[in-house]
DNA sequence: GATGAATGAGGTTTCATTCAT
DNA sequence: AATGAATGAAACCTCATTCAT
């Protein structure tokens, strides 16, 4: 008899390996077959679990999504000061590490096929929806401790994502070491110009 | 060799056809026959100029550039201050006119390209270099004027370069309206915090 | 990768079929869609066995040539005299069956196709050295017998081969009838030439 | 004005073109782009003087051998002996220079074209009587002089013809060098075997 | 006489999908 | 539950041929 989590996990298993095939090769030449290989099985169990290659690509980006959105939930729920949080916040999308690059190329890859997606357009609103509630709400309660300077959240969420964004396809596209220390300090300046004057002192002096 | 005359014409033609499909249905699913189709000419005639797709894509992205940089060539030579020039230059980025969201959606299909492509990642080099360099020439000519606040023109430069291609993205990706009337209050937000106080002010009241 | 059962099957069917319509319509104008049909099959199935079309041609010209090879073996391991099985290897080449005219058709095309190609020259190294070395081998032992004159097995081996390959390409060229008819009388010639004389009397007298 | 050899230069300029074409990379690869590169001109001259490609290539061929044959015509008037006259037409084949194995090249991809177009096949004819005819005057005139043994000039001729074919197609195809030394042993061989017995021992000994 | 831009039929190859096992 | 052999539609690309200049 099957253990009842053999779909959870084959799911999984494939999935993952769009994602790393969408990270190394791009989508535009993603196949079936490179999945498959990837997942170590065949491309008649891919089918088996996605009807459709279309099928497939909608549900792996959701899945990367999912593991980006996992990645940030602790930052939410921590103790420090809302500046420290928006500070933590940011800098999980910034980090070099091999999951973080990956996952930014299949959110541009994400980007481009949404174009053209239904589909895709209404889970990109769903996501980014969620990345400007996570911003604004942090801003928010800064206000409300008195460390961040009034001014709409959500302009200024809109501010931080739309660079965050922004910034990233230059890093991923551009040499590594450069972009990675200069988008730390667009970063520093955006935020600074947030907080309120004791606080942007402080961090000048560091 | 075809002639120059109408090498150059017919060229044009079919990269113009290029960004046309690729801004209409992605370039994921770019075929041939449908440039040529675009172009009205056959499909034999794009291979004529252009021998692999590959040499096609290429081609096709250097004009949007070439394209995009032509357009705001005048806005560098206004007599304007410098503020009204940056201003006049996020304004280009902005517009929701079907020649400006033509040219983002080939943008956003070329990074995703670019990821995996060495040649387009080179170009995109040349690319921003060219954008952060008029942005913080720009920045630089304010700060002599007095008119914009000291600071590093090249972080500034690129949190503005930066802020517009994220939001851009989200822009495209999701209803019109809404998005375009939230972008402008990002950046009218980014571009008040460079100025010095009284014309922040002067802002502030309009 | 298919099972080695179905696989075999599959690739010896689609040889076959390469040899078939190589023999019949001559391998310039040699079309993966004439082998398909050939084999029954679709094109697909071709290259799901044969990832290029250069793949299939070098593998259907080995596998002629390991036929050919096939059906002269058990010439050689016949108990009768050198000079028997001498005339018995010339024979099998100068039948005028429908097998071995495919095959000659597809040696020609083979010929033509390896002067340009340094694969098919080296198969065609291997495969000239196994000829040369069959008939030298018979030519030794029918000196050691006392029944073939003395002389360079090898040279003797080379006139032999040689004249058996210019003229099969005439046979094959010219009308069928007389020409098998003149060349049986050519190597008549040649091999009584390589008697010793009280065999050589004996031939003469029939 | 028009000179009127005009055509006539163009026609050979082409048809040498295309047996260069031929010689260098083969028939199965030819194209009309590359015969108008190698004779310098446009495709569009080249279908002026020949309406189709299959009227480029059988000229060609009819142009390989004229050119063939007038090279041996010489040969054919000297005063020498006719044992000479036959070691020095069958040397004629045998030379390894630039011109004799281009030649030999279009005749081996010719002998593959003949075996599937009848216009090629009646070409063939006509040159192997020419071939043939040659070979028997010599070996009659011979015989006629007491130097060659009796014996039918025709089987002799086709056995000299066809190792002449067949030694060549394995000297293309192999090391040049040790090729060439062999064939001219087996054609030693042959013609020796051909001579009546003092001229026999005289070559012999030197 | 000569050109070369333009064509379009047709070739090889790819790959998502199916289905018997 | 899983496979992988087989498919065929469709993609890119080639190239002989045409024709206005």
Same mark, same amino acid.
Request: avoid cysteine; charged fraction near 30%.
């Given at each position: 008899?099957?253990?009842?989590?053999? &779909?959870?996990?084959r799911r999984e298993q494939i999935l993952r390996a769009v994602c790393e095939v969408v990270s190394d090769s791009g989508f535009t030449s993603l196949r079936v077959t490179? $999945? =498959?290989e990837r997942a170590q099985i065949s491309t008649g169990s891919v089918h088996y679990y996605f009807e459709t290659k279309q099928d %497939?690509?909608?549900? =792996?980006?959701?899945w990367?999504?999912?593991?980006? %959105? &996992?990645?940030?939930?602790?930052?939410?729920?921590?103790?420090?000061?809302?500046?420290?949080?928006?500070?933590?916040?940011?800098?999980?999308?910034?980090? @070099?590490d091999a999951q973080t690059i990956a996952s930014w190329h299949v959110w541009a890859e994400f980007w481009a096929a949404a174009l053209h997606d239904p589909d895709l357009r209404e889970l990109n609103e769903r $996501?980014?929806?969620?990345?400007? !509630?996570m911003v604004?709400?942090?801003?928010r309660s800064? @206000?409300? &401790?008195? !460390?961040?300077?009034?001014?709409?959240p959500a302009v200024l969420a809109d501010t931080l994502v739309g660079a965050?964004?922004?910034? =990233?396809? @230059?890093? %991923?596209?551009?040499?590594?070491? #450069?972009?990675?220390? @200069?988008?730390?300090? $667009?970063?520093? +300046?955006?935020?600074?110009?947030?907080?309120?004057?004791?606080?942007?002192? +402080? $961090? +000048?002096? #560091?």
């Open positions: 008899m099957p253990r009842p989590s053999v &779909e959870a996990e490179d $999945v =498959a %497939l690509i909608q549900a =792996a980006f959701e990367n999504f999912a593991r980006s %959105l &996992e990645r940030r939930k602790s930052i939410l729920s921590r103790k420090s000061s809302a500046l420290d949080r928006l500070r933590a916040y940011v800098d999980s999308f910034l980090r @070099q $996501v980014y929806g969620k990345w400007r !509630t604004s709400e942090i801003i800064g @206000q409300a &401790e008195g !460390t961040i300077r009034p001014g709409d965050i964004d922004g910034l =990233a396809i @230059q890093s %991923l596209l551009g040499s590594r070491r #450069t972009k990675s220390r @200069q988008n730390r300090a $667009v970063f520093e +300046h955006l935020i600074d110009a947030m907080a309120v004057d004791p606080e942007r002192a +402080h $961090v +000048h002096s #560091t």
